[in-house]
């Protein structure tokens, strides 16, 4: 049995894990995110003897995932203190000389879902965090979503509720979608956690109606065979079917589809993966670049 | 030399036309869209003895493109009178039985601009049109992207002008993108074709408004290498300077990359293959069925 390194790295803290080809998880350990220099000593411990065959790196962003790029494996222009321009892939193989894979946390959840989770089987899926921020990821054809860079989804521009006076924190667009749904706008909106509201609180038609309008634009824009949304906000199970029935009002039969039209509760869904989805997304990427490695040897 | 069979399927009129594996055009003939039964006999008889090798077909929608669906190449739940439910690609495998590809016409205009146009030697590209209606389609890695179905990205929502109080003429939407920016829009909005406008008329700053907000969520959503926009609209060359400025403040430097902050004018750019687009889009569609069928028979 062959074992996968997996790092998810997030704002908050790193999540290292070792597991196997069919996404298992054998091992884990968690160190919160500080500087570079001592989070990466405890990252680079974790791994040391363990033989690890590939490593997968899901990270929080701006990064730069394009292969062939002069700063592919960087995080880049995070206004995270110390982290911007951070060589991480460059770190690692200076420790590890195993095939390594570097996206998005975001696009290695989405991988993850796509290898073990709720996309098993089909092209293409997206995976949606809403936590402290809003971020999203997507495999099409197979394949995890590039372009100029990564995507950016969590800023899209949304619709303001009619009842909604919250100005929106998004440093940079104000009330884009993560300036109007993510965790904080949610405390800020209503000057309480989410998590202490109760499941009828109007908080959350509120909350589902700029989800929806997220995810309409999304489904018109991608097409994707299935929706996944995780992340702490996601926890509260009262959204889905509120997202559910507010997507379908503003799609309005347009885009004939069953997934659409009858089958909306198997179509946007909570990460099979649950917790995991984020280190087995790691380990999805681990699984890629071995296989990368072993296809560049063999063609 | 090798002929290539190309049907660019509009709602108003059929072009139809043969060309070479490098994109020459060496004949076309326009048909008036009528009944299926008046149309495709013309579209037929034009191709009758000429020898095509393969054909490509880019259709107005919408159209399932999804091969091994049960209703692959059909033109599917369109409101067009007679076409809802027509076999294309059936009617066509009757008369020809030569290898075909069959998507939408923006799809098919975003993979001839990646073949032969404006996005020449990237991954990606996205080809936006904007007339009577607005539709958009796009190549991700290269290949067309699909998913569930095909994109509808002109049916996005959109944030209203604040100055604008044209109600949208979206039958399933309203106010959404083409409801309020496509060609109808503009007449109906102003009283007056948008061709006759004065290019400083603040019809354009309006319509550039809404494009820009389209073009922010393509960005941040797909993050494609190049944004191509044609269509009868896009002829207002004015609009090109309005949409970069607006999308430069809407993006407001969130997303670091040299052609959003320094190369706008090489990033949103007209079709290069200019009226041909949609024709050569097609080609580009055949040259894609003659090679996946060598591929398959070598394979």
């Given at each position: 049995?062959?074992?996968l390194?997996?790092?998810?790295?997030g704002?908050?803290?790193?999540?290292?894990?070792?597991?196997?080809?069919?996404?298992?998880i054998?091992?884990?350990?968690?160190?919160?995110?500080?500087?570079?220099?001592?989070?990466?000593?405890?990252?680079?411990?974790?791994?040391?003897?363990k033989?690890?065959?590939?490593?997968g790196?899901?990270?929080?962003?701006?990064?730069?995932?394009?292969?062939?790029?002069?700063?592919?494996?960087?995080?880049?222009?995070?206004?995270?203190?110390?982290?911007g321009?951070?060589?991480?892939?460059?770190?690692?193989?200076?420790?590890?000389?195993?095939?390594?894979?570097?996206?998005?946390?975001?696009?290695?959840?989405?991988?993850?879902?796509?290898?073990?989770?709720?996309?098993?089987?089909?092209?293409?899926?997206m995976?949606?965090?809403?936590?402290?921020?809003?971020g999203?990821?997507?495999?099409?054809?197979?394949?995890?979503?590039?372009?100029?860079s990564?995507?950016?989804?969590g800023?899209?521009?949304?619709?303001?509720?009619?009842?909604?006076?919250?100005?929106?924190?998004?440093?940079?667009?104000?009330?884009?979608?993560?300036?109007?749904?993510?965790?904080?706008?949610?405390?800020?909106?209503?000057?309480?956690?989410?998590?202490?509201l109760?499941?009828?609180?109007?908080?959350?038609?509120?909350?589902?109606?700029?989800?929806?309008?997220?995810?309409?634009?999304?489904v018109?824009?991608l097409?994707?065979?299935?929706?996944?949304?995780?992340?702490?906000?996601?926890?509260?199970?009262?959204l889905?079917?509120?997202?559910?029935?507010?997507?379908?009002?503003?799609?309005?039969?347009?885009?004939?589809?069953?997934?659409?039209?009858?089958?909306?509760?198997?179509?946007?869904?909570?990460?099979?993966?649950?917790?995991?989805?984020?280190?087995?997304?790691?380990?999805?990427?681990?699984?890629?670049?071995?296989?990368?490695?072993?296809?560049?040897?063999?063609?």
């Amino acid at each position: 049995m062959r074992k996968l390194g997996a790092i998810e790295a997030g704002g908050t803290k790193f999540v290292c894990g070792i597991g196997t080809e069919d996404g298992q998880i054998l091992e884990r350990a968690s160190f919160p995110t500080e500087t570079p220099e001592v989070t990466m000593k405890n990252v680079v411990s974790f791994f040391e003897g363990k033989d690890i065959e590939a490593l997968g790196i899901g990270s929080f962003g701006p990064i730069d995932p394009i292969v062939g790029s002069p700063t592919y494996g960087y995080i880049t222009t995070t206004p995270k203190p110390h982290w911007g321009q951070f060589d991480f892939v460059g770190h690692m193989k200076k420790h590890f000389s195993v095939p390594m894979s570097f996206d998005t946390d975001v696009n290695g959840a989405a991988l993850g879902e796509y290898t073990w989770g709720a996309a098993r089987g089909l092209d293409s899926c997206m995976y949606i965090t809403v936590g402290t921020g809003i971020g999203a990821g997507a495999v099409v054809d197979g394949k995890m979503l590039h372009g100029l860079s990564h995507p950016e989804m969590g800023h899209i521009l949304v619709r303001r509720h009619p009842e909604d006076t919250f100005e929106g924190f998004c440093p940079y667009h104000g009330d884009c979608l993560e300036g109007m749904a993510a965790g904080p706008a949610i405390e800020k909106r209503w000057n309480i956690k989410g998590s202490e509201l109760t499941p009828d609180h109007p908080a959350w038609e509120m909350e589902a109606y700029y989800l929806a309008q997220a995810l309409m634009n999304y489904v018109l824009i991608l097409s994707p065979q299935k929706i996944i949304m995780g992340g702490g906000v996601m926890k509260q199970e009262q959204l889905f079917p509120l997202i559910r029935t507010k997507l379908s009002e503003l799609l309005n039969g347009y885009v004939q589809h069953p997934s659409l039209s009858q089958h909306l509760d198997q179509y946007i869904v909570y990460p099979e993966l649950g917790d995991n989805a984020g280190l087995c997304g790691a380990i999805a990427l681990a699984k890629l670049a071995l296989e990368g490695e072993e296809g560049a040897t063999i063609g």
